[in-house]
């Protein structure tokens, strides 16, 4: 079981190669599940109220966001998307959804501004204990059928890729 990103470009490829490394020699099944769906099974114990918006720093302006609700099933209500902060809170009604993620006090900030429930920085925090109830609550979201063919999910396209793309 893995954090499938996003997030920071290193840290995704080196908890990808590991879970390949491990499931490669022992057979082990794979699950893989997106940080911001970790961000938001956490959110259940912080009573959350309505759709959870998980975010992260992606910086260079930026946010990570995807949205969830969390009962009665686990369900993805929107895949995740790099945009700026503001543009996220436009696309929501801020009253509605409770906001919950990794974000410097700047952002978190604009997120309190805008009228919008925000769950304290530990409880937004990734954890594996809300990776354990994934794989509990919804294994198929996050079956791996071919560990060593799998990619974790970027988002955007990491610097280096980008300036290959500028030559």
Do not use: H
Not at 106 to 131: H, I, T, W
Not at 152 to 166: K, N
């Amino acid at each position: 079981m893995v954090g499938a990103g996003p997030g920071s470009f290193t840290g995704v490829r080196i908890a990808a190669a590991l879970a390949r490394g491990i499931c490669f020699p022992t057979g082990a099944a794979l699950f893989a599940y997106s940080s911001l769906a970790a961000i938001a099974a956490g959110a259940e114990g912080a009573d959350a109220d309505g759709p959870i918006c998980a975010l992260l720093d992606a910086r260079r302006d930026q946010v990570y966001a995807a949205g969830y609700r969390i009962s009665p099933v686990f369900e993805q209500l929107f895949a995740p998307f790099a945009a700026p902060l503001e543009e996220v809170l436009a696309g929501l009604d801020p009253k509605a959804w409770t906001f919950s993620g990794v974000l410097p006090d700047s952002l978190r900030e604009r997120v309190l501004e805008s009228g919008a429930r925000l769950l304290s920085a530990d409880q937004g925090r990734p954890r594996a204990s809300s990776l354990l109830r994934l794989t509990w609550e919804c294994p198929e979201a996050g079956r791996i059928a071919n560990p060593a063919r799998w990619e974790p999910t970027y988002v955007r396209a990491s610097s280096a890729e980008r300036r290959l793309g500028d030559v």
